[in-house]
């Protein structure tokens, strides 16, 4: 990778470091289903708060947490057979989470974990990859003839 933007959902994020520097390799939760071939990689929004999310390094991909998630942090590597997939701990709000008996902590497979996929929203899924030589959005109100 060469550093750049990190697309998620429609929203550009910089993002200042290669993927290959020991950082992003802290943030890295998965090869990215759509471009894991050619290096990219999902990782967890260093931005957390509110709009907790993974967003791949390489694509417009972006798995949406719910609002009622608290925390997301990562974790040790899940074993589940799928290249370089690690466990994700979750902390959900009291009054709202989804587990029994009012627990507030699940870990689970970033890939395979039925809650956490139940519960996340998937945005976009285009590779970057061939895209910016679009004409752009021309005309939006205004007339482009007779220029």
């Not at 967003?55 to 942090?73: E, N, W, Y």
């Not at 902390?91 to 996929?117: I, K, M, N, W």
Request: net charge positive; with cysteine; hydrophobic share 30%.
């Amino acid at each position: 990778g060469d550093g750049g933007v990190l697309r998620a959902a429609g929203a550009a994020t910089h993002c200042p470091m290669d993927e290959s520097h020991p950082i992003v390799e802290l943030i890295t939760i998965t090869p990215c289903p759509l471009t894991g071939e050619s290096g990219g990689r999902l990782l967890l929004d260093p931005r957390g708060g509110a709009h907790t999310q993974l967003c791949s390094s390489r694509a417009d991909l972006a798995i949406v947490f719910p609002p009622f998630v608290h925390k997301v942090t990562p974790g040790a590597a899940c074993g589940c057979g799928r290249q370089a997939c690690r466990m994700l701990q979750v902390e959900f709000h009291r009054d709202y989470t989804p587990l029994p008996h009012g627990g507030t902590v699940h870990t689970g497979c970033a890939l395979s974990d039925e809650l956490l996929q139940a519960l996340c929203e998937h945005k976009g899924g285009a590779s970057r990859r061939g895209r910016g030589r679009s004409r752009g959005r021309a005309s939006r109100g205004r007339s482009t003839r007779g220029r």
